[in-house]
């Protein structure tokens, strides 16, 4: 497999100074995208080819395009902040690589290399570095690289030609409250994926298939959805868009986070991995455990489980407040932001943001 050098070929109209500025200071999440994009295309029997940096800007499809019709498409989520010095840095995109490999994998899908994907990440974000939000808040650059299945025809088969392309978008908070706790829809008709689905796969058809419980969630005045295994509907597995974590602490064994396990029905959270070791870092216990819902409520209630958030690339730490479902409601640590779940953030984001020394090797200096 070879591994395209990227050919650079710059906006002659990059946004004004004066406008990116107005844009930074609130960008919101998803809404704006900066001056440039990275393609890479892949062809059968040619490999990976024709890496280019172009100006940000429309891709051209013919109406027939394998992806438009059956969703041979896998995405990645990746941030890189403005550090102390005024230099930048990704998290650990390495990790966002091979991820990005084995959802291509399940999804038949060429293998783009570790360093190819580093690479047409650096060139974009060292391009676009204007847009990297200034250091000390809590914005940064969000990368979104993506591949999607470019063969023309109507067979349902793995397409012969595929392009991988990366965008970038400045971003604020997910959530719109920032840390402000989320409410959770239990949603216990729905499932998100399968045992032997692709639930562990990031890829658009699992967004798809969240949306309408994420509508049912908005009907019961709540933020976000949690979904239960698909065969004995009792294990908590993720929200819609994010991992989750539990907290408990009893007098005896001290704090312990943990995580529902990887069934392979949901998505192994880069945020979520870092989480494991982070914890460790402040002297809590971390593991991956199964949790039931029973479990969940009774513990909450019986008051050893303390607090829960939500955790991904965009939406970083959030605290979960209330909890719904059809057999009635619950709060997390009284709606409040729990402290355990403040540390964490903190924890992490001082690494992203360059200020706590990074004992693990996640930052990717440009
Ligand atoms: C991310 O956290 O990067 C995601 O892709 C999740 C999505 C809800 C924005």
Known sequence: MTTPTIE???????LSEAERNKILAAPGFGRHFTDHMVTIKWTEGRGWHDGQLVPYGPLSLDPATNVLHYAQEIFEGLKAYRQPDGSVAMFRPDANARRFQASARRLAMPELPVETFIEACDVLVQQDKGWVPAHGGEESLYLRPFMIATEVGLGVKPANEYLFVVIASPAGAY????????????????????????????????????????????????????????????????????????????????????????????????????????????????????????????????????????????????????????????????????????????????????????????????
């Not at 650079?8 to 990059?14: D, M, R, V």
Request: hydrophobic share 40%.
């Open 8 to 14: 650079l070929k710059p906006s002659a109209h990059p």
């Open 175 to 366: 959530f719109a409250g920032g840390v402000k706790p989320v409410s959770i829809w239990l949603s216990e008709n729905r499932v998100r994926a399968v045992p032997g689905g692709m639930g562990d796969a990031k890829t658009g058809g699992n967004y798809a298939a969240s949306l309408l419980a994420q509508a049912e969630a908005a009907v019961h005045g709540c933020d976000q959805v949690a979904y239960l295994d698909a065969v004995e509907h009792k294990w908590v597995e993720e929200l819609g868009g994010m991992n989750l974590y539990f907290v408990y602490e009893d007098a005896a064994n001290g704090t312990r986070i943990v995580t529902p396990t990887l069934t392979g029905s949901l998505l192994a959270g880069v945020t979520r991995d870092s989480l494991l070791s982070v914890a460790r870092d402040l002297g809590y216990a971390s593991q991956e455990a199964r949790v039931s819902i029973d479990q969940w409520r009774a513990d909450t209630e019986n008051g050893t489980l303390t607090e829960v958030f939500a955790c991904g690339t965009a939406a970083v730490i959030t605290p979960v407040g209330t909890v719904k479902s059809a057999g009635g409601e619950w709060t997390q640590s009284g709606g409040e932001p729990g402290k355990v779940t403040l540390k964490l953030r903190e924890a992490l984001l001082d690494i992203q943001r360059g200020v706590a020394e990074d004992t693990h090797g996640w930052m990717h200096r440009l």
